[in-house]
T-cell receptor, first 113, second 114 residues
Framework: KNQVEQSPQSLIILEGKNCTLQ??????????LRWYKQDTGRGPVSLTI?????NTKSNGRYTATLDADTKQSSLHITASQLSDSASYIC????????????FGTGTRLKVLA | DSGVTQTPKHLITATGQRVTLRCSPR?????VYWYQQSLDQGLQFLIQ???????AKGNILERFSAQQFPDLHSELNLSSLELGDSALYFC?????????????FGEGSRLTVL
């Protein structure tokens, strides 16, 4: 069964610190993987998208990595800010005929001053 | 601004009632997806339309229905509402029929059933 699992479920860090969020997937065949940021009560916003051949992609202080062999991805946030407090959702697209989006349940990050 | 417009932003109604949520996709996007997000839960896929036709179905209840009109806007109809239907309902659009393209989300419609 195609699944996307994220860890940790929630995370609290101090402003200025770095953190890494994990995404493991069993989706096959794999098309691409996206990380979204969702502020509380708002719609998700795309941070990065990676295909099979891409290992790393950055968007400002956000850096996503992908290991297609182990089916793992991580999102690293550098020098966290209060505005980084949000849920981060990993979404994997399967490359079968339907090309479904498979959503993880997200990691809720809280950055404290 | 994602370019996806959802109305209403907030809706309060009573059990047993029926509501309609509306979504206008980004200009040029042919696919519309509907998702439900209950409190502190992940996004649950409900249904997808592409160019006016139902493309994929997720965990959508029989009390819920949707359609996409010729101008590509979509409506999600929720009937015989129950307390458990209280949630954020998101619409997303993409240019492609299949899940290879970028998904753009609206700001959601918050439904409260009392």
């Amino acid at each position: 069964k195609n699944q996307v699992e994220q860890s940790p479920q929630s995370l609290i860090i101090l402003e200025g610190k770095n953190c890494t969020l994990q995404c493991n997937y069993t989706v096959s065949p794999f098309s691409n993987l996206r990380w979204y940021k969702q502020d509380t009560g708002r719609g998700p916003v795309s941070l990065t998208i990676m295909t099979f051949s891409e290992n790393t992609k950055s968007n400002g202080r956000y850096t996503a990595t992908l290991d297609a062999d182990t089916k793992q991805s991580s999102l690293h946030i550098t020098a966290s800010q209060l505005s980084d407090s949000a849920s981060y959702i990993c979404v994997v697209s399967e490359a079968s005929g339907t090309y479904k989006y498979i959503f993880g349940t997200g990691t809720r990050l809280k950055v404290l001053a | 601004d994602s370019g996806v417009t959802q109305t209403p932003k907030h809706l309060i109604t009573a059990t047993g009632q029926r509501v309609t949520l509306r979504c206008s996709p980004r200009s040029g996007d042919l696919s519309v997806y509907w998702y439900q997000q209950s409190l502190d839960q992940g996004l649950q896929f409900l249904i997808q339309y592409y160019n006016g036709e139902e493309r994929a179905k997720g965990n959508i209840l029989e009390r819920f229905s949707a359609q996409q009109f010729p101008d590509l806007h979509s409506e999600l109809n929720l009937s015989s509402l129950e307390l458990g239907d209280s949630a954020l309902y998101f619409c997303a659009s993409s240019v492609a029929a299949q899940g290879a393209g970028e998904l753009f989300f609206g700001e959601g419609s918050r439904l409260t059933v009392l």
